[in-house]
């Protein structure tokens, strides 16, 4: 398999790289409406088409260039079935296996930052979306965020996997790229060391966080599959456009 980590640095969000050697295919995870044209070319560059583009749910930071890839690029949009998004081509399913070429996908239902959040194994990978992150997790106070229900997905489902399998988040603030179960399992701080699930609910409760200042155009937007709303401050405008310093991650 083909794999690259990009990164895109105005949301601080990670884009996957998936590319079958076989089929000369590739999927994106996650992919960022800034960076569509590098990831384009990182694509092309490795001999590789843009097959599939693949999302862990709506995002409130940042906008998919999901529509746009399909657009140049003619890939077809995957995403979870229970957001139920018009524009969506592929609906993904827990339990049942994406598959292109020699890559094989087991989509993992894991809601709690969203309702409708999923993660995606890949043998000894994970792509936690923004459920798990590097010593930290999602937030849960928007979208149907629940606290309970993210200490389950994360503590039921990926802290059940292998402790080898690692971990590759949606988005990391400290230029981190990697970590493994095992690791977040011990040295996580809101729920590594066996917390509680009442522990971690009363962190996630504390945490009070600032609202984020893209989701009221981020959301309608990503129920599009990435179409940029009308009325966006000009301040905010940097999430729609290209930006010409795109360093990978």
Not at 89 to 111: A, V, Y
Not at 181 to 201: D, M, T, Y
Not at 207 to 212: E, N, Q, S
Not at 217 to 232: F, L, R, S, T
Request: proline content about 7%; glycine content about 8%; some cysteine.
């Amino acid at each position: 398999m083909i794999f690259r980590q990009l990164f895109e640095p105005i949301s601080s969000t990670y884009t996957y790289l998936l590319g079958c050697e076989d089929t000369r295919l590739a999927i994106l995870i996650d992919p960022v409406m800034p960076t569509w044209e590098r990831d384009l070319e990182v694509v092309q560059a490795l001999g590789l088409k843009l097959a599939y583009t693949l999302d862990t749910h709506i995002h409130a930071d940042h906008l998919t260039s999901a529509s746009k890839l399909k657009q140049m690029a003619g890939s077809k949009i995957a995403g979870p079935s229970l957001d139920q998004l018009p524009c969506t081509d592929i609906p993904i399913e827990e339990g049942k296996r994406f598959q292109m070429g020699s890559i094989q996908i087991d989509p993992l239902h894991t809601p709690g930052h969203t309702d409708n959040h999923f993660a995606y194994r890949l043998g000894e990978r994970v792509f936690t979306g923004d459920a798990l992150l590097i010593d930290g997790c999602g937030r849960t106070d928007f979208q149907n965020g629940d606290a309970e229900a993210l200490y389950r997905s994360i503590t039921e489902k990926l802290f059940t996997l292998p402790d080898e399998t690692l971990v590759f988040p949606a988005h990391d603030y400290e230029g981190r790229r990697v970590s493994s179960v095992a690791q977040e399992k011990i040295r996580n701080p809101r729920l590594g060391g066996h917390k509680s699930l009442q522990e971690f609910v009363a962190i996630m409760h504390e945490l009070k966080l600032a609202y984020p200042k893209f989701i009221d155009y981020a959301v309608p937007g990503n129920k599009a599959c990435g179409a940029c709303p009308p009325g966006i401050p000009e301040e905010l405008q940097k999430y729609c456009g290209q930006i010409s310093d795109s360093p990978q991650g």
